[in-house]
């Protein structure tokens, strides 16, 4: 079993609606917990870090909330574009991880808006 | 600003071939480089990090290997290349120390092995 799920695998919107996306982990304690957006056949690209006491985050239309209680995250996406299309990587990091080496990547969400 | 170059951005090798794939980075010094590579729906599998020059280590045993010649230069490379070597291949950087520092990605490198 993965130690980061995300579900759902896929979703397909509407232009101008909202989803929210979520991020199950077992790994605890942890360091932080991120949220990166990979465009097809590009590199991913960092949306929000939270360390384990934030509970939320966001960065323009993606806020991104963690609840360490019950080891979930999830990503919202308000007013969403045809550009929000891409997939959407949870990431935890384990304490004591250092430099990045040991953080532990999801699957992915792939989200299609269409017009 | 920091920018990062990967290049080539799709190769295609035949089986048994050599390769070298590079990384550099602008903008930043003294930063931790990584080579990641995805494959179709398993996550990114970290295969090589760097935290200096010259200073290499390996996380899973395989095909590959990786040399940092200066500080903003990462290089993957390969005597042989196998069938399972083929992959969407990352190069990333982040700051040196902390572990709350973000990774930024190249737009890496689609190999095929034929």
């Known amino acids: 079993k993965n130690q980061v799920e995300q579900s759902p695998q896929s979703l397909i919107i509407l232009e101008g609606k909202n989803c929210t996306l979520q991020?199950?982990?077992?790994?605890?304690?942890?360091?932080?917990l991120r949220w990166y957006k990979q465009d097809t056949g590009r590199g991913p690209v960092s949306l929000t870090i939270?360390?384990?006491s934030e509970n939320t985050k966001s960065n323009g239309r993606y806020t991104a909330t963690l609840d360490a209680d019950t080891k979930q995250s999830s990503l919202h996406i308000t007013a969403s574009q045809l550009s929000d299309s891409a997939s959407y990587i949870c990431v935890v990091s384990p304490p004591r991880a250092g430099n990045n080496r040991k953080l532990i990547w999801g699957l992915g969400t792939s989200l299609a808006v269409n017009p | 600003s920091q920018t990062i170059h990967q290049w080539p951005a799709t190769l295609v090798q035949p089986v048994g071939s050599p390769l070298s794939l590079e990384c550099t980075v602008e903008?930043?010094?003294?930063?931790?480089l990584y080579w990641y590579r995805q494959a179709a729906g398993r996550g990114l599998q970290l295969l090589f990090y760097?935290?200096?020059?010259?200073?290499i280590s390996s996380e899973v045993p395989q095909n590959l290997s990786a040399s940092r010649p200066q500080d903003r230069q990462f290089i993957l490379s390969s005597k042989k290349l196998l069938l399972s070597d083929s992959g969407f291949y990352l190069c990333?950087?982040?700051?040196?120390?902390?572990?709350?520092?973000?990774?930024?990605f190249g737009d890496g490198t689609r190999l095929s092995i034929l």
């Open positions: 903008g930043t010094s003294n930063p931790n």
């Open positions: 990333a950087w982040s700051r040196g120390q902390g572990s709350n520092q973000p990774q930024h």
């Open positions: 991020c199950n982990y077992t790994v605890s304690p942890f360091s932080n």
């Open positions: 939270m360390t384990f």
């Open positions: 760097s935290v200096g020059i010259g200073q």
